[in-house]
């Protein structure tokens, strides 16, 4: 959840071009829908709709990291401090997800 605030934050100072406003949106849509699928994963009714929806984490987690990677070498993000900071934070969630949904698989 954390991840999605700070980039709400973040995306609040972009310039209003059309990438920045596109990518920014997009960005916004798939770091929120990891916090909100992770919270119905915690809840999940099953081991297998626990997996689907850790799965579907990883997956805007991914996508998340691709925008914020494009997003720097677009130069669109310029505190270049907290883009570094995003894009750590969101690999770190990733392995933490892949680890998660294999310790799972296996039990």
Same mark, same amino acid.
């Given at each position: 959840? !954390?991840?999605?605030?700070? =980039? /709400?934050? *973040?995306?609040?100072?972009? !310039?209003?071009?059309?990438? #920045?406003?596109?990518? #920014?949106?997009?960005? =916004?849509?798939?770091? *929120? $829908?990891?916090?909100?699928?992770?919270?119905?994963?915690?809840?999940?009714? $099953? *081991?297998? !709709?626990?997996?689907?929806?850790?799965?579907?984490?990883?997956?805007?987690?991914?996508? #998340?990291? =691709?925008?914020?990677? =494009?997003?720097?070498?677009?130069?669109?993000?310029?505190?270049?401090?907290?883009?570094?900071?995003?894009? !750590?934070?969101?690999?770190?969630?990733?392995? /933490?997800?892949?680890?998660?949904?294999?310790?799972?698989? *296996?039990?």
């Amino acid at each position: 959840m !954390d991840v999605a605030v700070s =980039i /709400i934050k *973040t995306c609040k100072y972009l !310039d209003k071009s059309f990438a #920045s406003e596109h990518l #920014s949106k997009q960005l =916004i849509r798939s770091s *929120t $829908s990891v916090a909100l699928n992770y919270g119905e994963a915690r809840g999940g009714e $099953s *081991t297998r !709709d626990y997996l689907h929806k850790m799965k579907i984490c990883l997956k805007e987690l991914r996508e #998340s990291y =691709i925008n914020l990677k =494009i997003q720097k070498g677009a130069g669109l993000i310029s505190n270049i401090l907290v883009l570094e900071q995003l894009i !750590d934070e969101n690999n770190q969630l990733i392995s /933490i997800f892949v680890v998660s949904t294999k310790n799972t698989k *296996t039990r």
